[in-house]
């Protein structure tokens, strides 16, 4: 395997960081993970202990039966909400039709239930969750001087960067409008703002999975679903209204799944708009169709630079299998990376290292591995390399 020099990389990225006019990120679990706030994994097991009776045994039915599909991998929380959702719709919800022996009424039930227990594990994790590195970073965005809109799009649907955002007073939007049920304005994400609009400085944030704020609301009048955005909810158990989590591909029609429709749309547009520098950070590239959007765009636009950070290198030999040929990508791994559609092993010298040259914020001495796969470090680094990292750590005080 060949060596890719590290301080090189490094010097590249920063040169990056510097000169690109446009920045964008992607933010996948890991960031939430490195905040304390539970992955996949871990929400799956909270609500299988959570649930009680029918409901216990209709979600072991359906994990049992999944295991006979799924055998890569362990079964989660997100295929088996999929799997509800196709039985919530070939069985029209009611209670004279079932799939294996569950009702299409007690799918829903289920359904209802993981949702609401989802939102009760991630709140009780956020409540005590240390948000200043989120907060840092955003004071880092906001304050970067750019001729483009900041845009973030995550996989997430906790409420960490509504907070860090909200608690700094730095504005943003999501594409929902009004104060007393906010609902989704398509119009307002189909377009990109120009220079002398004065929400261009505002930071967009694209939830493409939907979020624990985010919830199904019928219209008495049309008897239709709308999604519509609520505040501060005290008692989940109370809501009457559907929480909008992970949109399974089967269940809504497209006039429902407008939202998730029009983000990816975005990310589409975003990503061919010409000259970009985009970062992921947290994101294991295990969305196929997310993944295809992705792809797709490095293959047709040649001035956009994907930047990656994983925090295992299992991660990174997982999307050189499907990126070996895609020359505006980089991959950086805690001691593997990919350059020029290369698999590499990191070589570190500080030999290498210019006078007053500095390798703490990225290279860990005593593990020798590359540390800004963990979203903190990353943060960390951006702060430091900013020239603003007193005015910013005034600023989130």
């Known amino acids: ?54 409901n216990k045994d209709n979600f072991l039915a359906i994990k049992e039966d999944l295991k006979t599909i799924i055998t890569d ?15 919530r719709e070939i069985t029209g919800e009611v209670n004279t039709k079932s799939y294996q022996d569950i009702t299409g009424e007690s799918a829903k039930t289920l359904d209802i239930e993981i949702c609401k227990i989802i939102y009760q594990i991630i709140a009780a994790k956020e409540a005590v969750a240390d948000i200043s590195q989120t907060k840092k970073f955003f004071a880092w965005l906001s304050m970067l001087n750019r001729d483009f809109s900041k845009e973030i ?21 999501d594409g929902f409008v009004g104060s007393f ?15 002398n609009d004065l929400t261009q400085n505002w930071i967009r944030l694209w ?8 919830f199904w609301k019928i219209d008495p ?27 399974s591909k089967e269940k809504y029609d497209s006039s429902k799944k407008q939202p998730f429709i029009a983000y990816f749309d975005r990310l589409k547009n975003y990503l061919l708009s010409g000259e970009l520098l985009f970062i992921f950070s947290g994101y294991s590239f295990s969305d196929q169709h997310i993944n295809e959007i992705i792809f797709n765009c490095l293959r047709q636009n040649n001035r956009l630079t994907a930047l990656v950070f994983f925090f295992q290198d299992t991660e990174v030999e997982n999307l050189h299998k499907l990126t070996s040929s895609y020359m505006n990508l980089i991959v950086f791994g805690p001691t593997k990376a990919i350059v020029n559609g290369n698999l590499g092993e990191w070589h570190y010298s500080a030999d290498d290292l210019k006078p007053n040259e500095k390798s703490e914020t990225y290279w860990d001495s ?3 591995t590359f540390k800004l796969g963990d979203f903190n470090e990353l943060v960390n680094f951006l702060v430091s390399n900013s020239g603003k990292r007193e005015a910013i750590e005034n600023f989130t005080k």
Request: charged share 30%; aromatic share 10%; with cysteine.
């Open 1 to 54: 395997m060949e060596k890719i020099n590290l301080i090189r990389e490094v010097r590249e990225l920063k040169t990056h960081l510097s000169y690109s006019k446009n920045i964008g990120f992607f933010f996948g679990a890991g960031t939430s993970c490195a905040l304390k706030i539970p992955n996949v994994e871990q929400l799956t097991a909270g609500i299988e202990a959570e649930l009680k009776e029918a």
């Open 181 to 195: 049920e906010p609902f989704f304005w398509q119009e307002s994400i189909d377009q990109f703002v120009s220079k």
């Open 207 to 214: 939830k493409i999975h939907g979020s624990l704020s985010w």
């Open 153 to 173: 799009f995550t996989t997430n649907y906790d409420l960490i960067i509504e907070k860090s955002l909200e608690g700094s007073q730095i504005p943003y939007f």
């Open 73 to 87: 991998r362990n079964v989660n929380i997100e295929d088996i909400l999929n799997h509800i959702r196709r039985i």
């Open 366 to 368: 005593k593990t020798n």
């Open 221 to 247: 009048a049309t008897k239709s679903q709308k999604i519509i955005r609520q505040g501060k909810i005290e008692k989940i158990e109370d809501e009457k209204n559907e929480l909008v989590i992970y949109p």
